[in-house]
């Protein structure tokens, strides 16, 4: 589950993001979408308004929004914390929880960023957006991937589906290796086996699964018109590259480990 914030402005979003991108040494914000540029179509008024754009600030994804023009806009009103969960069950129980006493914006629906999204305010006044997590991945350019991604060394006993470890694994599968040889071997470790894992090294961090990445000596290639240098190691090294990336992507931490 993923819990970020949400700024929305009255038009004035473009010169927001430009103005804490100076603060925040950001560079260019990512995903910036604007309500021209948005399938649903928008009012002549509102086509240069930013629909979404996001800047990386310490370590977490800051959202912003021009809210359509002639809404009310209240100064002071203008956040809303957002909460992303790759759990349709949590994501409705939470919305309707939280719409007791409280006014409900937009109904949990399908939108064209997420498979599930609504707004609501409770009755403290608090906004909050939730919604089912692919709309990360919606907004997301390899930038804001690369600058989301860190090492987690604490996780949740959750299995892992087989679809998103099937997933992950083809992002192994496809990386370049040298000569195209494809000497990568990723044993997928879950279960009684995690003991094995934990015999070897301190840094499971009780993760539920455990990608083992090797390589075969007989297939990898070598450098063999200079110094036979092994490349295998170094296929390996982007093929886990690819397999933390698309662990992101699939909404999981990960944790490069070498220590065993
Ligand atoms: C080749 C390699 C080996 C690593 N080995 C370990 C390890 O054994 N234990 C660990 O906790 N983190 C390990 N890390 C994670 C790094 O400490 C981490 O990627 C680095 O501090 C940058 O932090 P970030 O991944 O959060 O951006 C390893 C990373 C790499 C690339």
């Known amino acids: 589950m993923s819990f970020?914030?949400?700024l929305n402005f009255d038009g004035d979003c473009r010169a927001a993001l430009d103005f804490y991108a100076d603060v925040f040494l950001t560079g260019k914000p990512a995903g910036l979408m604007t309500y021209g540029q948005s399938p649903n179509g928008c009012s002549v008024a509102d086509k240069d308004r930013i629909l979404y754009a996001s800047l990386p600030i310490f370590g977490h994804s800051l959202m912003f929004s021009d809210c359509p023009s002639g809404e009310q806009y209240v100064k002071g009103s203008n956040v809303a914390l957002t909460l992303g969960s790759d759990n349709?069950?949590?994501?409705?129980?939470?919305?309707?929880?939280?719409?007791?006493?409280g006014e409900i914006f937009m109904?949990?629906?399908?939108?064209?960023?997420?498979?599930?999204?609504?707004?609501?305010?409770?009755?403290?006044?608090?906004?909050?957006q939730l919604s089912l997590t692919a709309f990360e991945g919606a907004?997301?350019?390899?930038?804001e991937l690369?600058?989301?991604?860190?090492?987690?060394?604490?996780?949740?006993?959750?299995?892992?589906?087989d679809e998103k470890i099937a997933a992950i694994l083809e992002a192994g599968r496809i990386a370049p290796t040298a000569c195209n040889y494809q000497p990568q071997r990723i044993k997928?470790?879950?279960?009684?086996d995690l003991e094995k894992v934990d015999a070897c090294s301190p840094c499971r961090f009780g993760?539920?699964?455990?990608?083992?990445?090797?390589?075969?000596?007989?297939?990898?290639?070598?450098?063999?018109?200079?110094?036979n240098k092994e490349l295998g190691e170094i296929d390996v090294s982007i093929v886990t590259?690819?397999?933390?990336?698309?662990?992101?992507e699939q909404g999981l931490g990960s944790c490069w480990v070498a220590h065993f």
């Open 4 to 6: 970020d914030v949400f």
């Open 88 to 101: 349709t069950d949590e994501i409705h129980r939470i919305f309707v929880a939280m719409s007791v006493g």
């Open 107 to 128: 109904p949990l629906e399908k939108t064209f960023f997420s498979e599930l999204y609504g707004m609501v305010r409770d009755k403290f006044d608090i906004t909050w």
């Open 139 to 143: 907004t997301s350019s390899f930038n």
């Open 146 to 161: 690369a600058n989301a991604r860190y090492s987690v060394r604490s996780f949740k006993l959750h299995p892992i589906g």
């Open 188 to 192: 997928v470790i879950t279960g009684g």
């Open 207 to 227: 993760a539920p699964t455990v990608l083992l990445v090797c390589y075969d000596k007989n297939i990898s290639a070598k450098r063999s018109s200079f110094d």
């Open 241 to 248: 590259t690819h397999l933390m990336f698309a662990a992101h």
